[in-house]
């Protein structure tokens, strides 16, 4: 049986003289004293709670449960669901672009890059002002046809 742990944190606010407005939080377990400085009214407890098991290792999250439903990687693109693809993009290293939600950028140590999710294909570009030494922006772009095996391993292989 899985277990929940709970932590709790007593945070106490100082607010400084010349800056009002944006106090400053301080985090202290509960199994630490207080300064006998802070009074009562400054202290709030704050109780979060783990989604780690005490008893199996950790619970699994939303995004293990996406990757557990991944299709067989020989499978082409288009049978896997949107959220399949997203978790399958984040195991491999890519972020989310805040702006575009079908654009996704990765960072490795030779080159970086921005994918594109379009309606009808899927498009890489590897950045010239990343590392490396493009001369210019390299795009690829691949049916959602192929095999997620040979996208995966066309994407990582670089420009």
């Known amino acids: 049986m899985s277990a929940f742990h709970v932590s709790k944190l007593i945070i106490t606010t100082h607010v400084s003289a010349t800056h009002p407005k944006f106090p400053c939080f301080s985090l202290f377990q509960k199994s630490l004293s207080f300064p006998n400085s802070v009074s009562q009214s400054q202290r709030k407890i704050a109780t979060f709670v783990s989604s780690k098991s005490s008893e199996a290792g950790e619970l699994p999250t939303a995004e293990d449960e996406w990757l557990s439903r991944l299709p067989d990687k020989n499978k082409p693109l ?3 669901s ?24 990765i960072e490795k140590p030779d080159w970086h890059a921005h994918l594109s999710l379009d309606v009808t294909d899927l498009y890489i ?35």
Do not use: M, T
Request: charged share 30%.
């Open 82 to 105: 949107l959220p399949c693809i997203e978790a399958w993009l984040r195991s491999l290293g890519f972020y989310q672009s805040r702006e575009e939600r079908a654009v996704w950028l």
């Open 125 to 159: 570009r590897y950045l010239k002002n990343g590392p490396g030494n493009l001369e210019r922006d390299v795009e690829r772009r691949f049916s959602y046809a192929l095999s997620r095996e040979d996208i995966e391993n066309a994407i990582l292989g670089g420009p």
């Open 78 to 80: 288009y049978s896997h």
